[in-house]
């Protein structure tokens, strides 16, 4: 670490004696404590050291008789450099007793102890000499003058070199410590505030002084982060308006030579950062001279100072990365429900939740490029933004959903929905859009803040599902049925695993010959006390979840099984049907999945009938058509499911290569009533009209029957030709049931 003097500073320097105690009357001195019961030995030391200075500070002795006077006052003073000590005083072991004493009761680790002895023989022994960490020992004999100072010298010299080192270990504890402290402060003010408190601890200094640092990259561009004692009241000001102190000056020279900078009158200026990157320069009155000072240990303690930085740096702009969403410069979502979290469980009311998403936004980032979809979310963003007051949080949450936090008066969801009335021009193309929104109401009761996101969340869910372009408030009803959605998924997840869902067979005939034409495999889910769960209440949950795509394999490999056996046994009718879901066709391994079941089990594509639903005309006609066709390429027949309960569009039976269409049981339920057979006999001419088979389903008794057939409905299913059945019992009917 390099150090600058100002003009005229002693360039000298030593080490900072922290261990050392100092007397109020007499400042800091070298102590040494006599203790013997001859008056000579007293005499001769006391002259020996009168006057005497060493290491700039003055040599003091002190004196005891005896072995307990010398206890009472080690009890009460504890900065004692050196002790001679009579090793036979009153007593054979007394001066050993009295070495233990001063090691291990009163602790006084680094003092020096010089034993005296009468006659050669007394001398301790190594062992003796090692284990009290014994300086040295002396006859009184051979107790000069000279050789006593000399003794005193050396005694010294090693007291404050073992005090520098504990003063340095205690100052890189407390170096060490800091740094943990300081790199869990909140903010930039706190750090500097710390940086100070700690350079005064270490320094053993009043805390007096300023913390500069940069409001951004240019050098001169300094201002007070945080000051303190007599220095308070420069605080938040430019460096340029506070250099006119002069013992500023040395910050000043700091900042100007990116160096550590001693002044004059002690003050103490330390440059603290990496190169190209941000740093502080702290400024502290150390009425301290130079030599007083230990470069080392600052150049420590500015070094770990410029880690901390630096590692503080790196964590705001993780924190960054964290909690912002850099594509539309807006918090995201752990920034948003950590906020919401904080308001409810100090159950803050009054306050709106709402969540914010962009209709058809993926087709629109599908058709037109991700370009443009970034641009579109940008543009909603801004929108959004500058529909809403500044202290009302907006995060991005989601690919296409934005999260608004803010009071009832200013939140208001219809407003919100608005705010994109009019076209929104992405990259010179006019683009409509709409927004949905799901919203909830904060209690003032404490709650978690992510659950008032998951309540949020599922109102959004059910808006875009039944309200599209609206806005909904979260009931208690929508979490309940959330809930029970949840909880029948895992029920699923464990009757999948445990085998308890099973297919059933149900007959086709041809309503004119009553020959059989076709079997539909039924999947069926009985649970562990009995109790059936309906196809309309799992299928969706296994569609929403994932899971149909596997239970759609097993159904497919199943029913195709059963066929082959049909075959085998001479009693197959002409098809086998399946039932697909929308999830199922979207799926890149589906055309992989259905030719493995037709190649698993034996069988051509003419075997296998595909029922699909209206709902697929939803997907992409392009998709859908080629989807389909490839199917039929194979000799697989398509069959339009449930007809008229869904989308009811006529256009794509057109557009789409199909084999036949099902009358869904609501439409043949009402034949018999006034006028209830219209929708049936619509479905049956226009199946005719285009050239599609016609399959009527819930037939359950022969009235509907002779309806359907002069209505020239071709083919039917239902409970009057056969109830759903096992495979055991589709066996034994079909052999009765004359082909």
Known sequence: MRYEKLEGQDSSSATIDAALSVDSDSGLKWRILVVDHDPDVHAATRAALQGKTLFDRPLVSMHAFSGDEARSLLLREHGLAMVILDVVSEQ???????????RHSVDLRNTRIVLLTGQPCQVPRLETLLKYDINDYRTKAELTQDRLLAMVVTAVRSYK???AVDASRASLE???RSSATLLETKDSHEFASGVLTQLAAILKVGREGVVCARRSASPHDYYVQAAAGRFFQLEGLPLHLVTSDPELDTLLKSVERRCNVYGDNGGLALHIGHKDEQDIVVFIDAEKKLSELDPQLLGVFCANLSTLLHNRGLLERLHDSAYYDPLVSLPNRAHFVKEVDEYARHGI???VLALIDIDDFSAANDVMGHRFGDRLLERVARCLQDSLPDNVLLARLGADTFGVLGSIRQVQPKRLLECVRQPLNIDGVPHKVSLTCGYVLLPEEPQAGADLVKDATIALKRAKRDHRGQDLQYADQMGAEARARALLLSELREAIESERLFLVYQPQLNLRTHGLVGIEALLRWRTEDGRFVPPDQFIPVAEHSGLIVP???WVLSSACQTMRELLDAGIAPERMAVNVSTVQLQDPGFFALVFEAL???GLQGIHLELEITESVAALPTEFLNSTLSALRAKGISIAIDDFGTGYSSLSYLERLPLDRIKIDRLFIN????????????????LGSKLGLRVLAEGIEDVATWEVLLAMDCHEGQGYHIAMPMGRNELVGWLQTHPK
């Open 92 to 102: 054979a072991c007394s001066g050993l007793d009295l070495v233990d004493f001063i």
């Open 161 to 163: 070199q073992l005090c």
């Open 174 to 176: 407390l170096i060490l």
């Open 349 to 351: 009311g009054d306050h």
């Open 551 to 553: 239970l759609g394999q």
């Open 599 to 601: 190649a698993g089990s």
């Open 670 to 685: 009402q034949l018999l009533e006034p006028d209830g057979a219209r929708i049936a006999e619509m479905v049956a001419q």
